[in-house]
């Protein structure tokens, strides 16, 4: 017992001796060996920092910059005004405009897209026979490009040759002026730009109903739940991070819409479509005011990020992650 005792005593003085030895070791290494690691994780992010920095960070510190300058038409900054671009645009009423075009907007478009994109993946995730062919083709419009589809919908929304304005007067209906209408052409833009959306949001929530546990719908099928008990306890629950990805793209993409807006409608008929996004390319590419058009993005940039943060301080935490 005594030389038990002994050797344990021993194990532990060279433990507590080695980890003593062990920190003396680290406590002389100097400032380059101890940051190594991250020396190597910088070079490996080198490159997309380098991306980041040209194309990101550098127009979006210029385009503050240029947000307190008067410009000449060529975009120089000519004379310090201070507050005054923003004070302009806050005054302006065709800014004001666009800003309630752009929130009515993303009141059209965000909703719309993730349900119908999440009614279309429940559809596709069902076994049947020849799903695959829908699949491809609810997910179609992912592989398009937005002035590809802004010009199929531009002949489809012709007034006298376009195949909506055809169908509604096949059931004697009246034709709509879908594009030149102030009330319709918003909603036009809309429904162009929710079916742009759909295809990459349907590929992800239906990625995302494929990682659901089967398990989990057997075991509630044994209960007797029926279809949209499942879907309300199981399948949403489960599914609500990849919704709140969904979501969060989609929104930001809403303020982002360019494309269809400049081939669909040119902001018109009279600014009914005039988002912020295509205000801003108007005043700088336009009228060749540099200036207010890097406020209206500097103030574009701060309300997509406050809102941003609020979806996920408030939306968060109805995230299920088990």
Partial sequence: M????????????????????????A????????TGNYRIAFLYLLPSLLLFSVFMFYPMIYSLYLSFFFTDAQGTASA???WENYTYL?????FRNSVGVTLLFVLYTVP????????????????????????????????????????????????????LNAALTSINLPALSWLQDSTM??????????????????LILLGGLQNIDEHLY??????????????????????????????????????????????????????????????IYKEAFIYYQFGPASAQAI?????VLLLTLLQFKFGEKKVHYQ
């Fill in 218 to 279: 057997e075991s509630a099928r044994i209960d007797g739940a029926g279809y949209f008990y499942r879907l309300r306890r199981i399948t949403v629950p489960m599914l609500s991070p990849t919704l709140f990805f969904i979501i969060t793209i989609t929104f930001i993409n809403s303020f982002q819409s360019f494309g269809q807006v400049d081939i669909l409608t040119g902001g018109g008929p009279a600014e009914a479509t005039n988002l912020i996004i295509y205000s």
């Fill in 112 to 163: 719309s897209s993730v349900i119908i994109a999440l009614f279309l993946a429940l559809l596709a995730n069902e076994k049947l026979r020849g799903i695959g062919l829908y699949r491809t083709i609810f997910a179609s419009t992912l592989g398009m490009s937005v002035a590809a589809s802004a010009v199929i919908w531009l002949f489809m929304f012709h007034p006298t040759a376009g195949i």
């Fill in 299 to 303: 103030i574009l940039f701060g309300a």
């Fill in 90 to 94: 806050f005054q302006s009423a065709a």
């Fill in 27 to 34: 406590s002389t290494k100097t400032w380059w060996q101890k």
């Fill in 80 to 82: 310090f005004v201070g």
């Fill in 2 to 25: 005594k030389q038990q005792a002994a050797d344990i005593l021993d194990t532990k003085t060279l433990t507590v001796q080695d980890a003593i030895d062990k920190y003396k070791v």
């Fill in 185 to 202: 052409a918003l909603v036009s833009v809309a429904i162009t730009t929710i079916w742009m959306n759909t295809g990459f949001s349907f």
